[in-house]
């Protein structure tokens, strides 16, 4: 069974980067999509990015100029840096798997988006000085 | 980018009640690409639905998924003490991935 688990500073001063770690154990970071998903305080959920383990990225247009998502297989983790960090960046950051589920495309086995179906437990980021 | 509107906003019903939940798209979402979540306070959502209509691993019969283009709807067939929670739904047919604001399904 996958399991993720976040870690990180639980407190980031305004202007610096926010730096999370996910750990995957049960499975290799060598497949699926890796997900990266925040609630602040209250509020709902915002998808942030993906990375795949070749580390093709896709991320949220919102955040796009401040985030990077990078995935190390050597260490079976994937991270989240989010740079110039301001209040508005407070929040619950999640961990997500995505389900598998792959098709051919032109004879090659190629992966597809799916819902999240394994997320870590969340870790709390408060942006203040 | 897809915006999901969820209603009603809070739901109040009886244990053993039905609850019938909204998502609708402002354009249509593809394939249907359209998952359904479950928050209690102080955890992780947990996936119910995707595809619309496919339950996830373990969860039970009484929750079921509807829809297409841009209506979908959550069922919950028998409302257990374990089912009072947010729901939300989330599109993964155009990027950005995004969520529904939430639906609360309180006791009454």
């Known amino acids: 069974q996958v399991q993720l688990q976040e870690s990180g500073p639980g407190l980031v001063k305004p202007s610096e980067t926010l730096s999370l770690t996910c750990t995957v154990s049960?499975?290799?970071?060598?497949?699926?999509?890796w997900n990266w998903i925040r609630q602040p305080p209250g509020k709902g959920l915002e998808w942030i990015g993906y990375?795949?383990?070749?580390?093709?990225?896709n991320y949220n247009p919102s955040l796009k100029s401040r985030v990077t998502i990078s995935v190390d297989t050597s260490k079976n983790q994937f991270s989240l840096n989010l740079r110039s960090v301001t209040a508005a960046d407070t929040a619950i950051y999640y961990c997500?798997?995505?389900?598998?589920?792959?098709?051919?495309?032109?004879?090659?086995?190629?992966?597809?988006?799916?819902?999240?179906?394994?997320w870590g437990q969340g870790t709390m980021v408060t942006v203040s000085s | 980018e897809i915006v999901l509107t969820q209603s009603p906003g809070t739901l109040s019903l009886s244990p053993g009640e039905r609850a019938t939940l909204s998502c609708r798209a402002s354009q249509s979402v593809t394939s249907p690409y359209l998952a359904w979540y479950q928050q209690k306070p102080g955890q992780a959502p947990r996936l119910l639905i995707y595809g619309a209509s496919s339950r996830a691993t373990g969860i039970p019969d009484r929750f079921s998924g509807s829809g297409s283009g841009t209506d979908f709807t959550l069922t919950i067939s028998r409302l257990e003490p374990e089912d009072f929670a947010v729901y939300y739904c989330?599109?993964?047919?155009?990027?950005?991935?995004?969520f529904g604001q939430g639906t609360k399904v309180d006791i009454k």
């Open positions: 990375v795949y383990h070749s580390g093709s990225t």
């Open positions: 997500a798997k995505e389900k598998l589920r792959m098709t051919m495309v032109r004879g090659v086995l190629t992966p597809l988006h799916e819902a999240f179906d394994i």
């Open positions: 049960g499975n290799s970071v060598t497949s699926y999509y």
């Open positions: 989330q599109q993964y047919g155009g990027s950005p991935w995004t």
